[in-house]
């Protein structure tokens, strides 16, 4: 592993442990050259992704991106950052586990909305905005009023 402070390519692991619910490996690193030290995390790739984008380019999936994504959503909100590793990782074995190697962004923008609906309604209703592509004021209300349940009238 190169080290990010130096570039020296032969950094020793001075821990590992594991981490996300046993999914990934958090390695200490030590760089002999410069003496930094930093951490990586290894993950299981199941296979290689292809994002489909609307317009029809490619591009390699991306996790990092897609936590961002996320993350950006659930900004300020009381969920707690292991929980948001796990909804990360399912999200990208679900993705791995689709049997295709080549995913639509619309697929991909569809299950992350579905998961973040299971967590928190005020994430899914940013994320959604932005998926969406909300314009005006009453692109939330319209996306707002979908997700409240039909009320009956009040009783006399």
């Given amino acids: ?66 936590e961002r994504s996320i993350r950006i959503a659930l900004q300020k909100r009381p969920i707690e950052p292991e929980r948001v590793d796990q909804m990360i990782s399912g999200i990208v074995r679900r993705l791995e586990s689709l049997g295709e190697t080549d995913i639509p962004s619309k697929q991909i923008g569809e299950i992350v909305m579905e998961t973040l609906a299971r967590i928190d309604t005020v994430a899914y209703v940013r994320f959604a905005s932005v998926y969406k592509n909300f314009q005006a004021a009453d692109d939330f209300d319209k996306f707002v009023s979908e997700l409240r349940p039909e009320t009956a009238p009040a009783e006399k």
């Fill in 1 to 66: 592993m190169r080290c990010p402070f130096c570039g020296h390519i032969d950094t020793q692991v001075k821990d590992s442990r594991p981490a996300e619910e046993h999914v990934s490996i958090r390695r200490r690193r030590f760089c002999p050259a410069c003496g930094g030290r930093f951490t990586t995390y290894e993950r299981v790739q199941l296979r290689d992704l292809v994002v489909i984008k609307t317009n029809g380019r490619r591009e390699d999936f991306d996790r990092d991106k897609l």
